[in-house]
């Protein structure tokens, strides 16, 4: 069983940065792919950025690319998305799941996932 609580949402204006943590419980969370998805209002849930359990590999959505930074530190058991350049589109709840363990192949699908934090909300203002 993983549990998890994400945090470092807020309100930011667009070209500002954010970072967002994903803390675990559980001892076992270190061979857990994480991924990070967001939901705006009226949209679909949607993936943002993923990160393999042994952190030697990420993924990001093309809309996130080259501005959101995916990381994982396994000794906190701690997932970290660093958002830069931040745009009023980045507006959304998100969200960090977990899914595993051991999986050598990183879903970008939520229906992957086992594990759900209650999310955290993102605001940009433009």
């Known amino acids: 069983q993983v549990q998890l609580v994400e945090s470092g949402g807020g309100l930011v204006q667009a070209g500002g940065s954010l970072r967002l943590s994903c803390a675990a419980s559980?001892?076992?969370?270190?061979?857990?792919?994480v991924g990070w998805f967001r939901q705006a209002p009226g949209k679909e849930r949607e993936f943002v950025a993923a990160?393999?359990?042994?952190?030697?590999?990420?993924y990001y959505a093309d809309s996130v690319k080259g501005r959101f930074t995916i990381s994982r530190d396994n000794a906190k058991n701690t997932v970290y998305l660093q958002m830069n350049s931040l745009k009023f589109e980045d507006t959304a709840v998100y969200y960090c799941?977990?899914?595993?363990?051991?999986?050598?192949?990183?879903?970008?699908?939520?229906?992957?996932?086992?594990?759900w934090g209650q999310g955290t909300q993102v605001t940009v203002s433009s």
């Open positions: 799941a977990a899914e595993g363990p051991l999986r050598m192949v990183v879903s970008l699908r939520s229906v992957s996932y086992d594990y």
């Open positions: 559980g001892r076992t969370f270190s061979i857990y792919n």
């Open positions: 990160i393999r359990w042994s952190g030697g590999s990420t």
